[in-house]
């Protein structure tokens, strides 16, 4: 049995500046509650609504990126309804309908799905630009348990992009990836950074051949997503395979308890009297439209090309491409190296892989190096210079530790160097020598510390000087 599944994903423009209609901060986090208000985003009477123009251009830039129609003016929409995270008792959005506009219509995204490494393909229906509510906050834990309530509203007027799909995703981890895809796509144009906190949230529709639609409201990850759709299948198909119904209804996700649970309003019964915004004129998107092409330039698919057109396989060249800092570094470093496989390699394997063991976030450029250097070490490799291990064990982890390190003081002494030094120690310390010859197996331990300790700010492979010691008292 094969689901239908249809996404509407929210994303907050974390990268707008300002929020849409006023120039209180996009990005409200860690802020006392309440402080980043205004007349405007507080409802007051009399304040009029201004667009914040770099949020119109980044939400054209997504209709673009997914191949979205775009009318000549969007239309700002008024929803009405009543809630204390409200204060204007509506809010700003978009619709097709009752003299609206959205941002744009029918579009397309292709999207990479690892399961498998294939693209797959998903019609957008509508992207949609709108206000962030303020938030309800419950002081008791919950809404059962609090006696009162309070509201932020930090976070009220936050741009908010809403994209809804076509039911045309196959899978849940399909969904899960056609979400992570979309994220990308949107980081990439510098709209939003999909790791902070409430960055994006979706609702998911799914059903199943002989059911009705289900919609799964409230999911907050990526993971999240795959987890729900993968519920709500299960619970679906054993319904229809016990000869039940599965009714039209609206679920809850809940990520503590890994479970879907029916919502006691049914809020698509609510009328929200929708009308054109008289405060707000139609904008007109044609003077924005050069704006927002310039910010699709580098596209995840782009660079996904560009970099397996260099022979990178898909899997190492999606890993580069995840972690933007690694991208730009190796578009910069491509051209100075003879084979870009190393390069690719080393930035998306092995590199990624020693910051993720460092407990390090790949998506902040202070974590990796300079391209000069990651060129530098890349024809160290291609030239045989250094064993695998050594890159992977010692070069790699030294620049983890200091991304901004010249690359020798983390390239390890080569043997030459090294014997002279381990000369040095085995004449310096007479006794451990004896000890060792002796039997003492541990005083080798000891000898080994001291060639490093010698060796300084330079990085050495210890198994190298174990092996240099040995042989030259002998093997002990
Ligand atoms: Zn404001």
């Known amino acids: 049995m094969r689901p239908v599944i249809g996404l509407e994903v929210h994303v907050q423009l974390t990268g707008a500046g ?21 007349p405007v985003c507080l409802g007051l009477p009399g304040a009029l609504p201004v667009p914040n123009r770099r949020a119109v251009v980044q939400a054209l830039a997504a209709a673009m990126a997914l191949k979205c129609r775009i009318p000549g003016a969007i239309v700002f929409t008024r929803k009405h309804y009543f809630y204390p995270d409200l204060p204007k008792n509506y809010q700003i959005t978009q619709f097709e309908r009752a003299g609206g506009a959205p941002v744009c219509t029918s579009g397309v995204l292709e999207y990479l799905d690892p399961a498998g490494w294939v693209w797959r393909r998903a019609r957008i229906r509508r992207i949609n630009l709108e206000e962030d509510p303020g938030r ?78 289900v919609e799964v409201k409230n999911i907050g990850s990526t993971l999240e997503v ?8 299960k619970r679906q198909r054993l319904i229809l395979e016990r000869g039940g119904r ?20 049914k809020e698509e019964e609510a009328e929200y009297l929708y009308m054109p915004d008289p405060d707000l004129p139609p904008v007109l998107t044609r003077p924005l439209l050069g704006e927002a092409e310039a910010l699709v330039a580098t596209s995840p698919r782009r660079l996904l090309d560009e970099i397996t057109g260099d022979g990178v396989p898909l899997e190492v060249a999606w890993s580069i491409v995840q972690a933007r800092p690694a991208a730009s570094l190796y578009m910069e470093a491509r051209g100075r190296v003879r084979d870009p496989r190393v390069l690719a390699r080393l930035l998306g394997v092995d590199y990624k892989g020693a910051l993720r063991e460092a407990g390090r976030g790949p998506h902040d450029p202070s974590n990796w190096p300079p391209a000069e250097t990651m060129a530098r070490l890349a024809r160290l490799v291609e030239e045989g210079e250094y064993p695998p291990e050594a890159v992977r064990g010692l070069i790699i982890p030294g620049l983890v530790r200091d991304p901004q390190a010249s690359l020798e003081t983390v390239l390890p002494e080569k043997a030459e160097g090294l014997e002279a030094v381990v000369d040095e120690v085995i004449r310096a310390y007479p006794r451990a020598v004896q000890d060792y010859m002796s039997g003492k197996r541990r ?34």
């Open 246 to 265: 599965v009714e039209r209804e609206t679920r809850h996700w809940d990520a503590h308890r890994r479970m879907t649970k029916p919502l006691r309003h």
């Open 136 to 213: 309800s906050v419950y002081p008791g834990g919950s809404i059962v348990s609090s006696e009162e309530v309070l509201v932020d509203y930090n976070r009220s007027g936050v741009p908010l992009l809403e994209i809804v799909t076509e039911p045309d995703i196959p899978s849940p981890r399909a969904a899960r990836a056609f979400v992570e895809y979309l994220l990308l796509t949107l980081e990439y144009i510098g709209a939003v950074n999909p790791r902070l906190e409430g960055a994006f949230r979706v609702d998911a529709n799914i059903s199943l051949p002989g059911g009705e639609r």
């Open 226 to 233: 795959e987890r729900a759709l993968e519920y709500e299948y």
């Open 443 to 476: 005083a080798l331990d000891y000898l080994v510390g001291q060639v490093i300790r010698r060796l300084g700010r330079r990085a050495v492979d210890p198994r190298e000087v174990r092996r240099l010691l040995e042989e030259r008292l002998g093997g002990g």
């Open 18 to 38: 300002s929020k849409l209609f006023c120039g209180c901060k996009a990005d409200y986090r860690g802020m006392p509650p309440n402080t980043n208000v205004c």
